[in-house]
């Protein structure tokens, strides 16, 4: 049985929370909030203790969830991992690159796992890909969102943005070559929309827009390959392959013919079968799994590192380029 601390409270703790009481190899030992009204709500409704010192209650837990804001998110975890404990930390890692290398350090250092909330990755049309061969060229993503008070103390980089980064760098099997990007702050004191271009050594190239100040909600990535077309809606939770046919058994979809140049090709359409998941449990039953069998996790400190450091590379280009416009 896995005993574990929550650290945060708020809008998405709670849906944590929710979770975390669905897991049978979990046990909830209470939770730290120091906003009061908030923490009277958590412990009327979910009858769970509330701890006023996070030493208090890492001292007795195994494991730590961290849905605390971005800047507290280093203090919380360098604790947990001196005190030898078991790390779910929501995205991104940390609030620099200082104190995420600073993280690195102390996981390695230690015998603790350490996965970051990168919940895309778990999201049911993102796993209806699982067993295709990702080799993408050109990556398009759109993630929009309407304007929300809530998480604006990052930037849309390191709000919205930093999910699509997670996952082209985990499907892109290549080195960046280079970034390009430009942003503006309209709402807040940090950009609000952003479009990023990323280029990778083996010639893929991935075009990025990220806004929170859309009027309609979008959350879509189309990857195109040699022979495929890829589209992945992650907010409606629905994949679609096209790509050519090469098998004359077809089940899971509908297929017609085109002239080209070279002949006729025979093009395959389908839509594969979504599971029916909830992301925050799969994550975190996941997490839970990686601790109680000692296995790695599946979204490492090393991924929320490398995640971090695209986008902060990123902010500092939309800085570069709008001091010397």
């Known amino acids: ?20 009481k669905l897991i049978r190899d979990a046990e909830i030992t209470g939770f730290y909030d120091p906003n009061d009204d908030t ?10 203790k509330r701890f006023t010192d996070p030493e208090t209650l890492m001292n007795i837990s195994d ?24 790390v779910f930390v929501e995205k991104p890692l940390a609030n620099d690159m200082e104190e995420a290398r600073t993280v690195l350090k102390l996981v390695k250092e230690s015998n603790v796992k350490l996965q970051v909330g990168h919940v895309e990755r778990f999201n049911p049309a993102f796993l209806a890909l699982e067993g295709m061969a990702l080799q993408p060229m050109f990556i398009e993503v759109h993630r929009l969102a309407e304007f929300n008070p809530r998480g604006t103390e990052v930037s849309v980089i390191l709000d919205l943005m930093i999910h699509d980064i997670d996952i082209i760098l985990h499907i892109v099997k290549s080195e960046v070559k280079n970034i390009y990007s430009s942003g503006v702050a309209v709402m807040t004191d940090t950009p609000d929309i952003a479009n990023v271009r990323i280029e990778f050594n083996n010639g893929c190239v991935a075009n990025l827009t990220s806004s929170r100040i859309s009027m309609k909600k979008m959350r879509k990535m189309r990857i195109f390959q040699k022979d495929a077309y890829i589209g992945v809606d992650f907010l409606n939770k629905k994949s679609e392959i096209i790509s050519l046919n090469h098998s004359e058994n077809i089940t899971d979809g509908f297929s017609f013919d085109i002239e080209t140049m070279n002949g006729t090709k025979s093009i395959l359409v389908r839509n594969p079968e979504v599971p029916d998941i909830n992301a925050i449990l799969l994550e975190l039953e996941k997490f839970t799994d990686s601790v109680l069998q000692n296995k790695p996790t599946l979204v490492s400190e090393l991924d929320g590192y490398r995640a971090m450091d695209i986008a902060h590379q990123i902010l500092q280009k939309i800085k570069y380029n709008s001091i010397n416009s």
């Open 39 to 48: 923490a009277a709500e958590v412990s009327n409704k979910y009858k769970i």
């Open 63 to 86: 494991a730590v969830d961290i849905i605390a804001p971005t800047p507290v998110h280093f203090s919380l975890c360098e604790m947990a991992i001196r005190k030898g404990k078991h």
């Open 1 to 20: 049985m896995l005993k574990v601390g929550i650290f945060g409270t708020g809008h998405l703790g709670k849906f944590h929370l929710n979770n975390w």
